[in-house]
Nanobody, 121 residues
Framework: QVQLVESGGGLVQAGGSLRLSCAAS????????MAWFRQGPGKQRELVAA???????NSADSVRGRFTISRDNAKNTVYLQMNSLKPEDTAVYYC???????????????WGQGTQVTVSS
Protein backbone atom coordinates (compact mmCIF):
# COMPACT_ATOMS: atom_id res chain seq x y z
CA GLN A 1 0.00 0.00 0.00
CA VAL A 2 1.08 3.57 -0.63
CA GLN A 3 0.61 6.24 2.01
CA LEU A 4 0.84 10.00 1.66
CA VAL A 5 1.54 11.98 4.82
CA GLU A 6 1.12 15.76 4.76
CA SER A 7 2.55 18.28 7.18
CA GLY A 8 3.03 22.02 7.48
CA GLY A 9 -0.50 23.36 7.78
CA GLY A 10 -1.56 25.83 10.42
CA LEU A 11 -2.85 29.29 11.21
CA VAL A 12 -1.23 32.31 9.61
CA GLN A 13 -2.10 35.95 9.13
CA ALA A 14 -2.90 37.36 5.73
CA GLY A 15 0.28 38.11 3.84
CA GLY A 16 2.18 35.36 5.60
CA SER A 17 3.73 32.16 4.30
CA LEU A 18 3.48 28.44 4.90
CA ARG A 19 5.23 25.45 3.40
CA LEU A 20 3.38 22.17 3.02
CA SER A 21 5.14 18.84 2.62
CA CYS A 22 3.82 15.48 1.51
CA ALA A 23 5.92 12.32 1.75
CA ALA A 24 4.97 9.12 -0.03
CA SER A 25 5.85 5.80 1.57
CA UNK A 26 5.21 2.16 0.77
CA UNK A 27 5.75 0.01 -2.27
CA UNK A 28 5.96 2.05 -5.46
CA UNK A 29 7.62 1.22 -8.78
CA UNK A 30 7.26 4.82 -9.91
CA UNK A 31 5.53 8.00 -8.85
CA UNK A 32 4.26 10.00 -11.77
CA UNK A 33 2.52 13.33 -11.27
CA MET A 34 2.05 14.72 -7.79
CA ALA A 35 -0.34 17.49 -6.93
CA TRP A 36 -1.98 19.60 -4.27
CA PHE A 37 -5.72 20.07 -4.09
CA ARG A 38 -7.76 22.08 -1.62
CA GLN A 39 -11.31 22.18 -0.38
CA GLY A 40 -12.60 25.31 1.29
CA PRO A 41 -15.71 25.52 3.48
CA GLY A 42 -18.77 24.80 1.38
CA LYS A 43 -16.70 24.44 -1.78
CA GLN A 44 -15.71 21.63 -4.10
CA ARG A 45 -12.20 20.23 -4.07
CA GLU A 46 -10.05 22.06 -6.60
CA LEU A 47 -6.60 21.62 -8.08
CA VAL A 48 -4.04 24.04 -6.68
CA ALA A 49 -0.86 22.92 -8.44
CA ALA A 50 0.67 19.84 -10.03
CA UNK A 51 4.14 18.66 -10.99
CA UNK A 52 5.29 15.81 -13.22
CA UNK A 53 8.15 13.47 -12.41
CA UNK A 54 10.25 15.52 -14.81
CA UNK A 55 9.50 18.77 -13.01
CA UNK A 56 6.95 20.39 -15.30
CA UNK A 57 4.38 22.34 -13.31
CA ASN A 58 1.02 23.97 -13.64
CA SER A 59 -1.08 25.87 -11.14
CA ALA A 60 -4.48 27.45 -10.71
CA ASP A 61 -4.91 31.05 -11.78
CA SER A 62 -5.88 31.99 -8.23
CA VAL A 63 -2.49 31.00 -6.80
CA ARG A 64 -0.13 31.62 -9.71
CA GLY A 65 2.70 33.91 -8.66
CA ARG A 66 2.09 33.21 -4.97
CA PHE A 67 2.36 29.41 -4.62
CA THR A 68 5.21 27.24 -5.88
CA ILE A 69 5.11 23.46 -6.18
CA SER A 70 8.31 21.41 -6.15
CA ARG A 71 9.37 17.85 -5.51
CA ASP A 72 12.32 15.78 -4.38
CA ASN A 73 12.18 12.51 -6.29
CA ALA A 74 14.86 10.91 -4.13
CA LYS A 75 12.66 11.48 -1.07
CA ASN A 76 9.32 10.86 -2.83
CA THR A 77 8.20 14.19 -1.42
CA VAL A 78 6.26 17.08 -2.88
CA TYR A 79 6.18 20.59 -1.43
CA LEU A 80 3.92 23.60 -1.73
CA GLN A 81 5.43 26.94 -0.81
CA MET A 82 2.61 29.38 -0.17
CA ASN A 83 3.41 33.09 0.00
CA SER A 84 1.22 36.19 0.26
CA LEU A 85 -1.57 34.11 1.73
CA LYS A 86 -5.11 35.44 1.62
CA PRO A 87 -8.16 34.56 3.73
CA GLU A 88 -9.69 32.92 0.67
CA ASP A 89 -6.81 30.41 0.69
CA THR A 90 -8.31 28.93 3.86
CA ALA A 91 -9.01 25.27 3.15
CA VAL A 92 -8.01 21.70 3.82
CA TYR A 93 -5.10 20.95 1.52
CA TYR A 94 -4.76 17.44 0.12
CA CYS A 95 -1.77 15.78 -1.47
CA UNK A 96 -2.33 13.54 -4.48
CA UNK A 97 0.06 11.17 -6.22
CA UNK A 98 -0.30 9.04 -9.32
CA UNK A 99 1.58 5.85 -8.52
CA UNK A 100 2.49 2.73 -10.42
CA UNK A 101 3.08 0.05 -7.79
CA UNK A 102 4.80 -2.46 -10.11
CA UNK A 103 6.21 -2.35 -13.63
CA UNK A 104 3.06 -4.00 -15.02
CA UNK A 105 0.33 -2.47 -12.86
CA UNK A 106 -1.86 0.40 -13.96
CA UNK A 107 -1.21 3.73 -12.25
CA UNK A 108 -3.54 4.66 -9.43
CA UNK A 109 -4.28 7.87 -7.59
CA UNK A 110 -3.61 8.09 -3.86
CA TRP A 111 -4.65 10.82 -1.44
CA GLY A 112 -3.29 12.14 1.81
CA GLN A 113 -5.45 12.76 4.85
CA GLY A 114 -5.41 16.52 4.42
CA THR A 115 -3.91 19.38 6.39
CA GLN A 116 -5.79 22.49 7.50
CA VAL A 117 -4.58 25.90 6.39
CA THR A 118 -6.31 28.88 7.98
CA VAL A 119 -5.52 32.44 6.96
CA SER A 120 -6.82 35.18 9.23
CA SER A 121 -7.53 38.69 8.02
Amino acid sequence: QVQLVESGGGLVQAGGSLRLSCAASGRAFSINAMAWFRQGPGKQRELVAAITSGGSTNSADSVRGRFTISRDNAKNTVYLQMNSLKPEDTAVYYCNANVRRTSVSAPMNYWGQGTQVTVSS
